[in-house]
């Protein structure tokens, strides 16, 4: 039998052909399935993240206490203050002295734009 060169290189070219396809076929069942599991997993880790995080809110409610203190400083009188300034170091005091004379030179500037 004698086989001729057109009908191998057919036969060559024919498998080439069916090989892609068949590789390609496998690869999207494999993508497809691929995407399945994905998805379910996903939704389960998904749901033990919502969990999770329910379980740490709750954990940290059980450990954590907030006191509120309020400073009763907040709006200090100004004998509280100059009484306060005798214990200041030379470095506080001056800055003490540059923030009031910023101070009398905003008043100075608003009062002088009405």
Request: charged residues 40%.
């Amino acid at each position: 039998m004698e086989i001729k060169i057109e009908d191998l290189t057919k036969n060559v070219m024919y498998t080439a052909v069916g090989a892609v396809v068949v590789a390609a076929e496998k690869a999207q069942e494999i993508l497809e399935e691929c995407r399945v599991k994905g998805e379910a997993a996903c939704e389960k880790y998904a749901i033990k993240n919502e969990e999770l995080k329910r379980n740490a809110a709750e954990a940290f409610k059980k450990a954590v206490n907030v006191t509120v203190v309020v400073d009763e400083d907040e709006n200090p009188k100004a004998e509280d203050i100059v009484s306060k300034m005798g214990k200041l170091s030379k470095e506080d005091l001056a800055k003490v002295k540059e923030k009031l004379s910023e101070l009398e030179k905003e008043e100075q500037v608003a009062s002088d734009g009405e």
